[in-house]
Each structure stands twice: as structure tokens, then as C-alpha cells.
């Protein structure tokens, strides 16, 4: 009776210190993983191919009839800087919404700190005081970095990306388009950058949107 008296008082000491301890393992250390990035390559990128025959797809808004043509499939992935929206008005409410995106070595939140980004009609500007040591070029921080012009065919899949924060991890598909609307007067003309490392005006991709997700970004937000 003593040796079962004794190990029953043990028990009654080491269950109640067990369950503490468990307890505060899972407040403290299960929720504080970091989940993985979902990116393509962990730090996501721009990713073109070319559409051979071209595509053409059409569109109306106010007197405004457009046409898309599409040249190349492309899926922008990175993480989201900036954002403007249009008023649905025609002409240039073609481009519903322009989202500003990085990615590469610039997905990472002590790298973006040494940045400033600010938006505009069309336009993106972004200034940046980097240290030296880091090793990143002007040349390598400019192709990282875009000004993405949405069109878009589908409401809700507007909806939808118009809904992503700042600051959060996107993979967006679909294809680079050059456009023209005419209208009974008038006629607008605009046409998608190809390559990565153009300029204003000509350095936006315009992109008719297929299918868009918000992905972990692999880091504490």
C-alpha cells in the first residue's frame, strides 16, 4: 500500500505540471510556425509565354466598344505594394485596377523597409535609400519591381482581386493584351510592355485576368 500510495501522489503532482506544460507549448510555439511560402520558386516572379496564334477577345463600356488582343499567357506572382483603382468610365476605365508588385529578394519585409512606393493614375514611383552591402543593383531592383494594369471580363473575379490587401502574397494568371477601344468620336489606343526591363510609359504589363489566389508569403505578417 505504501509504493501504490506513492505513486498515485506522484501522479497527482506530475498530470496537472504536464498539462500546464502542454498548454503552454501550444500557446506559445505551435501557432508561431511559419508557414511556407506558396510562391512559385518561394519568391514568386514573372512568368511569360508566348500565345501563337495571337488572341482577341472584346469588350463594352459606355459608347465604347474594345478590343483585347492577346500576345503572350503570363502569371505575375510576388507580393502586392501599391494599388489604385479606376471608376468604371470609359475610356480609361478599361484598366479596372493597377496593383504594384514585387518579388525576388524584394519579397522580403527588411528589404522592403528601405522603400517608398506611391501610386498614381498609370504611373508608379518608388524611391529607396539601400544599404550598399546588401548587393542589390538598381538594374536588379528595377526588374523586380511592376506596375500591373488589370482588365478584367468576369465581375466577381474583379471583385475578388480588388479585395487583396497590401502587403499580401498573390499568384495571378493570364495574358498580356494590347488594346483598342472606338468610340461613334473618338479612338484609345494602349498597348502591354513584353519585356522587363523598359520604362514609362511603355514599361506596364496590361493584363486580361484569368484566375487569381492569395498565397502564404512565407513570412510573419
Request: aromatic share 10%; net charge negative; proline share 6%.
Amino acid at each position: 500500500m505504501p509504493r501504490l500510495r506513492t505513486i498515485l501522489e506522484w501522479a497527482v503532482i506530475l498530470v496537472p505540471l504536464l498539462t500546464v506544460a502542454l498548454v503552454v507549448w501550444f500557446l506559445f510555439f505551435s501557432g508561431s510556425a511559419i508557414p511556407p511560402s506558396g510562391l512559385p520558386n518561394a519568391t514568386g516572379g514573372f512568368y511569360q509565354a508566348p500565345l501563337s496564334p495571337p488572341q482577341q477577345y472584346s469588350k463594352t463600356l459606355g459608347n465604347y466598344q474594345y478590343t483585347l488582343t492577346a500576345s503572350n499567357i503570363y502569371t505575375l506572382a510576388g507580393r502586392i505594394v501599391g494599388r489604385h483603382e479606376y471608376p468604371a468610365a470609359a475610356p480609361d476605365g478599361i484598366i479596372a485596377l493597377d496593383l504594384a508588385v514585387v518579388n525576388g529578394e524584394l519579397m522580403k519585409k527588411d528589404i522592403l523597409s528601405f522603400f517608398t512606393f506611391e501610386m498614381g493614375d498609370r504611373t508608379l514611383k518608388y524611391s529607396y535609400d539601400i544599404p550598399t552591402a546588401l548587393g542589390l543593383t538598381e538594374e536588379y531592383i528595377d526588374e523586380h519591381i511592376s506596375n500591373n494594369h488589370l482588365v478584367f471580363l468576369n465581375a466577381t473575379l474583379e471583385n475578388e482581386v480588388k479585395k487583396a490587401p497590401e502587403g499580401s502574397c498573390i499568384i495571378l494568371t493570364g495574358k498580356l493584351i494590347d488594346i483598342r477601344g472606338v468610340s461613334p468620336v473618338n479612338l484609345y489606343i494602349i498597348n502591354t510592355s513584353t519585356v522587363r526591363n523598359d520604362g514609362y510609359p511603355a514599361g506596364c504589363e496590361i493584363i486580361l485576368v484569368d484566375s487569381f489566389s492569395t498565397v502564404s508569403c512565407g513570412d510573419r505578417r
